[in-house]
């Protein structure tokens, strides 16, 4: 039961850390340039953008919705490993402060903040937990139609890059696309990594 406790314990902090990575790059890299890389945390970046809504309002907004949904369509277990990570995120957007790290680079801010971001989540992944928001459609089409979560997930955060073009530019919307190539790069590597990591042990 200990031991049991010690592991949950070490899981919930490492999840912790994976979440205040995601919302360090936010805060530090994507926000300062107004730039959306898909996702609910893209989808407050444009609100921000255009209509100054805090991120971590809209993030915890949109992360309701999407927890209502889940609760609706998918499983209970599914519901509270969602629901963690969706009332963790708009937290530590909102306690992390907003500050341009690369002022001078909006390139260079974008892929140091994609890498770091690509990490959390991957982080995530690896503890088959999530960070909620537009996570929850692909999961419900899956289910209810069989479309590979990846392809569902990958159509939404093209349409929240395509955002940055009606409300900034067509080089924030170049550099969003950029983000969620090097996300996905970081993505793979860290897992890569991870499962080498398991095979030695």
């Given amino acids: 039961m200990k031991n049991k406790k010690t592991r949950l314990s070490a899981k919930l902090l490492i999840m912790l850390v994976a979440l205040e990575l995601i919302a360090f790059s936010l805060n530090m890299f994507f926000e300062p340039h107004s730039i959306a890389a898909g996702g609910a945390t893209g989808i407050a970046i444009l609100l921000q ?38 009332f963790m995120l708009p937290l530590l957007l909102y306690i992390t402060p907003v500050y341009n790290l690369i002022p001078n680079s909006r390139v260079l801010s974008i892929v140091v903040g994609s890498i770091i971001f690509g990490i959390g989540l991957a982080i995530l992944y690896t503890l088959n937990m999530s960070s909620g928001g537009t996570t929850v459609p692909p999961m419900i089409i899956h289910k209810n139609f069989g479309v590979d979560k990846y392809i569902s997930l990958f159509i939404i955060d093209a349409i929240v890059c395509l955002g940055n073009i009606a409300l900034t530019d067509i080089v924030s ?14 993505i793979k590597g860290f897992g890569i990594i991870h499962a080498r990591r398991l095979a030695q042990a």
Avoid: C, E
Avoid at 62 to 68: F, T
Avoid at 173 to 186: D, K
């Fill in 173 to 186: 919307f170049l550099l969003a696309v950029m983000s969620v190539g090097i996300s996905s790069l970081s």
């Fill in 49 to 86: 953008a255009g209509w100054k809504i805090p991120t971590f309002i809209s993030v915890l907004v949109i992360n309701i919705v999407m927890l209502v949904l889940a609760y609706l369509h998918l499983d209970r277990q599914t519901t509270v490993k969602l629901a963690l990570g969706s």
